[in-house]
């Protein structure tokens, strides 16, 4: 599988993720953090938490939307795997998640740029995961 290089569309969506985490830790002290976003939302401790949490999840979810009123097109997307594979994969992200005390947004992006000990431990050992990962599946298993 190729992937395309892409690098104005990944500046933008880097510059856009990092503009929305500052905002949020400006406007509300909070960590963007999609899983814990998540979390909070499902499992929720704090009912004065929901709104934010659910106005967050809605616009992750009509982003594709508003790309398209943008450009005048969807943006790709192939998923090569079924829908229980993907169950399965979210299920293990959560765990994992859930185990790291944050997801990769969370520790990436937030995290780092706070220079949290935490942060800078989970990031590069999510990275050898997932470089371990690709290999495995595209050069042991050859999926």
């Avoid at 690098?7 to 856009?16: D, E, K, Q, R, T």
């Avoid at 899983?35 to 929901?50: D, K, P, Q, R, Y």
């Avoid at 997307?77 to 005390?101: E, N, R, T, W």
Wanted: glycine letters at 16%; one cysteine or more.
């Amino acid at each position: 599988m190729e992937t395309l290089f892409t690098p104005f569309a990944s500046l933008g969506g880097g510059a856009l993720i990092g503009l929305g985490a500052v905002l949020l830790m400006l406007g509300l002290g909070r960590i963007l953090g999609a899983t814990g976003i998540m979390s909070g939302l499902v499992f929720a401790e704090n009912s004065s938490e929901f709104s934010w949490r659910a106005t967050m999840v809605v616009g992750m979810i009509l982003s594709p939307g508003l790309i398209f009123l943008v450009t005048g097109q969807m943006p790709e997307l192939s998923v090569p795997v079924s829908p229980l594979m993907i169950a399965i994969g979210g299920v293990i992200v959560g765990f994992g998640a859930s185990l790291g005390s944050g997801c990769t947004s969370g520790h990436g992006v937030c995290g780092l740029s706070r220079l949290s000990v935490r942060s800078i431990v989970a990031v590069p050992t999510f990275m050898v995961t997932a470089t371990i990962t690709v290999y495995l599946i595209r050069h042991v298993f050859g999926a």
